[in-house]
């Protein structure tokens, strides 16, 4: 891609490719799977308690890192209770 092209000089494809460059990919900590899920950080200690996101949290000690697609594509196929 040019580096000096302007903005509205893009095609729609370049603007997409560099907005999904920009989007975040990861959360951090408890904090971060309540920002998710739009939920306190006592629910969202409860959600990572359950194990439903298991496969999308990496944990190393005290340090939480939560691939954000994943853990709402796992917890949308969670049975509803």
């Given amino acids: 891609m040019d580096l000096e092209k302007k903005i509205s000089d893009l095609t729609?494809?370049?603007y997409l490719n560099i907005q999904s460059l920009a989007i975040k990919k990861y959360e951090y900590g408890i904090i971060g799977i309540?920002?998710?899920?739009g939920v306190s950080r006592n629910t969202a200690q409860?959600?990572?308690n359950s194990?439903?996101?298991?496969?999308?949290?990496y944990q190393n000690k005290n340090t939480i890192v939560i691939d954000i697609s994943k853990a709402i594509e796992l917890f949308a196929q969670k049975p509803r209770e």
Avoid: L, Q, T, Y
């Fill in 51 to 57: 194990g439903v996101i298991d496969d999308a949290v």
């Fill in 46 to 48: 409860k959600i990572k």
């Fill in 34 to 37: 309540a920002k998710i899920f």
């Fill in 12 to 14: 729609v494809a370049e």
